[in-house]
């Protein structure tokens, strides 16, 4: 069984997918995050960064809805998501961090600007201030995902977060 105050902590995590705050999370949502997240990095969208982001995204969405829009309308409501995540959390949070895989892949791309397939602790705090973070807060997760304090964050310390990101209190 799951505890509520679990249930209460992914349901917090749903604001930061609801991109335009309209109460759902839908692939509008998701190409949201793709525009700014481009945008941040001056980043074109046809460019092959771009459309990898993009791509990223749809993917992403796309695994998202799999898991959680129960009722098939393309929309993710604040309990739909509640109920897959935790379904899919308790079966296996980096199962359910490969979702996202796709897409936090591509947004390390854009934010690579040196071409060596990590992103620094700013550019990874530019990331998450065009996906909504405050810049205290994307400062401080920057910090936090330098798990080997090199200065430089990849994927599979990304991908790591984004499951624990689901599992523990902010």
């Known amino acids: 069984m799951v505890s509520s105050e679990y249930e ?29 997240v481009l945008s941040a990095f001056d980043t074109a969208a046809r460019s092959d960064k771009g459309q990898a982001l993009y791509i990223g995204a749809e993917a992403f969405w796309q695994g998202m809805a799999g898991i959680a829009d129960r009722d098939g309308d393309q929309r993710i409501t604040r309990e739909e998501f509640v109920s897959g995540a935790v379904k899919r959390l308790r079966d296996n949070p980096e199962r359910f961090a490969e979702i996202a895989r796709p897409f936090l892949h591509a947004a390390l791309a854009v934010a690579d600007t040196d071409g060596d397939r990590t992103a620094t602790l700013d550019e990874t705090r530019r990331v998450l201030v065009a996906l909504g973070a405050d810049e205290d807060t994307a400062a401080a997760a920057a910090t936090a995902l330098d798990a080997d304090t090199d200065g430089r964050i990849g994927e599979t310390e990304v991908v790591a977060a984004f499951a624990r990101y689901f599992t523990v209190p902010e």
């Open 8 to 36: 209460h902590r992914i349901a917090a995590r749903f604001a930061g997918f609801d991109q335009d705050g309209n109460g759902y999370i839908d692939r509008e949502d998701f190409n949201a995050a793709a525009k700014a």
